[in-house]
């Protein structure tokens, strides 16, 4: 892991200092891996050539990625904390998954939204409103050409690798909760809650067929990756085993106790199932045999999660409902003293009678999160583990480099009291440190919005319909504004075709007699003297019976009103009056009298006492 500069860390382009960003880590895993391909062999021959690690910092060049060592997934289990990712605005995050390249990670929320975080450096990289719902599934084509959501209203969308999205089916009336792939890419399967499967053509969008058989909301599904066998975990405790050609179910695997969470095939050899239910346990199904081969256990609430390793067959990753993160390592029981140890499958005289193996997590991360976990997804590589949870973050995981000392005394392990306790993190630094984190998330997803030349928001306007343009309060006009300050405009506002009101929001100020000087006008009692004696109607000629003058109309100075006209309201009497009328305005009072009636008529007071 290396760290890159963040920020500024002197003085500004504008003169000011700019305050320095704290580092940011990021997995460079190119050097390890150039480095196993230049020291790699054929695997008969050994596989590797290269040093060996050691528990040193000076090793870290020398770390091997997971394909180095396909027989040593103990090398694998993420016990690090890498980041935490979060959003300006926080919701809940159902679906974490890893772009097939592996330089991104999408994750969905509850508010309908994608989010992508760099791959390396976990930094904002741009959101987008995919959906208008919850979304609850996400899958990649094993093509890496398409990708698919559903939503909790039932509708599927199509998206292209740079999500373009090109087709909107509705799949169910009701919530989809996963959806999977067929090894081809032409067809898929989603689960929803009105308790039954549709498979759809990819090419049409349209369902060729519906798996009905389970008694209650089907909560999970998958389809394998080599063979035409769908899996699927409903609400009723049951796992069913499909043939997507005849839509018939195969076989029903009995073992869970309680609702199921998930269901998923193992990727690397394809002889194994995981199941995952709300009775605190999880079990793996050997599909050749049609029964369960081992038991999972050490989660003391429900488990609501679970993922396979990428490249390591044996080495199963859990989340619980109460946000902890285990792994197992299924060769591995690790039973804890006062357990019985049962004895693998495998190696009983009856497999098919045999008990199922109880396997013990190999690493606890009892405090990963402070909320259940909704989903696990490894990266292409194998060397990050992504987990979503209810608690609005997203976390990613790794081993530990050589020579770290501490890993398994932070506060994920041991929890915040006695990882202060012990000295390894502090609640006030770590407010601090999470404050630092959400400006910097929030920084980084302006500088990615302002990248993309998303819309910003417009700058608030004076005057409605013409932004950016301040009016003139109390008559003086607003100060020029400063280049590079706000988010007006420098240049000058064009004229308008119209006049603006007068001050405060008032009337205009009437308009002056062509060829009379306004600061001196002329007296209307003498003009209507003269138009009298030269035998003309009065002028001017008296208003209608009723007529008020509009409102903040004010005569010029020095001007006496003709006779018959009335003098404009007062504007302090008419303010007055608004406010009077508008103390006023209240309900009326109920009637007693309609109350008696209501009551006469439900019998009550009809006797005269």
């Not at 027989?71 to 300006?88: E, F, M, R, V, Y």
Request: with cysteine.
């Amino acid at each position: 892991m290396a760290y890159e500069p963040r920020g500024d860390h002197g003085p500004s382009h504008d003169g000011g200092f700019a305050r320095a960003r704290g580092r940011r880590p990021v997995t460079d895993y190119g050097s390890t891996v150039v480095q196993w391909m230049l020291d790699r062999q054929p695997r008969y021959e050994g596989s590797f050539a290269g040093e060996l690690e050691r528990s040193s910092a000076s090793y870290i060049a020398n770390m091997l990625p997971p394909l180095a060592r396909v027989t040593g997934p103990a090398d694998t289990i993420p016990t690090k904390h890498l980041h935490s990712s979060l959003n300006k605005i926080k919701h809940p995050v159902n679906v974490v998954r890893w772009t097939p390249e592996g330089r991104r990670l999408l994750t969905a929320s509850s508010s309908g939204e994608f989010t992508l975080w760099n791959g390396t450096g976990f930094n904002f990289e741009t959101i987008m409103q995919a959906h208008d719902v919850a979304i609850r599934a996400l899958a990649y084509s094993h093509s890496d050409d398409w990708l698919l959501s559903a939503d909790h209203d039932g509708i599927i969308k199509y998206w292209q690798p740079n999500f373009n999205n090109v087709k909107v089916i509705q799949g169910h009336r009701d919530p989809i909760r996963d959806i999977a792939f067929s090894p081809t890419d032409s067809k898929f399967v989603t689960a929803s809650d009105d308790s039954t499967l549709k498979i759809f053509d990819f090419a049409e969008g349209v369902a060729e067929s519906t798996l009905q058989g389970h008694g209650w909301d089907a909560k999970s599904c998958d389809w394998h990756p080599t063979k035409g066998l769908i899996v699927s975990g409903s609400k009723d405790h049951l796992v069913k085993l499909w043939d997507p050609r005849t839509q018939r179910c195969l076989t029903t695997l009995h073992g869970h106790k309680n609702n199921i969470t998930k269901t998923l095939f193992e990727r690397v050899m394809g002889h194994c199932l995981a199941t995952s239910a709300r009775d605190s346990t999880a079990r793996v199904f050997d599909l050749r045999m049609m029964r369960d081969i081992s038991l999972i256990k050490g989660h003391e609430k429900d488990i609501s999660t679970l993922a396979w390793h990428p490249v390591h067959p044996n080495l199963l990753s859990t989340g619980g409902n109460e946000g902890s993160l285990h792994h197992y390592l299924l060769d591995e029981p690790n039973t804890p003293t006062g357990q019985p140890n049962h004895p693998a499958v495998y190696e009983s005289s009856d497999p098919m009678a045999a008990p199922p193996q109880s396997i013990f997590p190999a690493h606890k991360v009892p405090f990963a999160h402070d909320f259940a976990i909704w989903s696990l997804d490894w990266h292409p590589l194998g060397h990050i583990l992504a987990s979503g949870s209810n608690d609005r973050i997203t976390r990613f995981w790794s081993r530990s480099r050589p020579g770290d000392t501490d890993v398994f005394q932070d506060r994920y392990h041991i929890g915040e009291a006695a990882a202060e306790v012990q000295g390894t993190w502090d609640r006030r630094g770590g407010r601090r440190q999470r404050q630092e984190e959400e400006e910097q998330e929030a920084e980084d997803e302006m500088e990615g919005l302002v990248d993309q030349k998303m819309p910003l928001k417009p700058s608030a306007s004076g005057f409605p319909g013409l932004p950016g343009l301040t009016l003139p309060v109390n008559g003086v006009p607003p100060p020029p504004q400063i280049p590079g300050v706000g988010g007006m405009p420098t240049t000058s506002v064009p004229p308008l075709p119209f006049a603006l009101p007068g001050p405060n929001g008032g009337a205009p100020p009437p308009l002056p007699l062509p060829g009379m000087d306004p600061h001196d006008p002329a007296n209307f009692a003498r003009l209507a003297e003269i138009f009298q004696k030269s035998g003309l109607s009065g002028f001017p000629p008296p208003p209608p019976p009723g007529m008020i003058p509009p409102p903040g109309f004010v005569p010029p100075p020095n001007f006496a009103m003709p006779p018959g006209f009335p003098l404009p309201p007062s504007t302090a009497a008419a303010d007055m009056t608004s406010e009077l009328a508008a103390a006023r305005r209240r309900a009326p009072l109920p009637s007693q009298e309609e109350s008696l009636r209501l009551e006469q008529k439900k019998g009550n007071y009809t006797r005269v006492k």
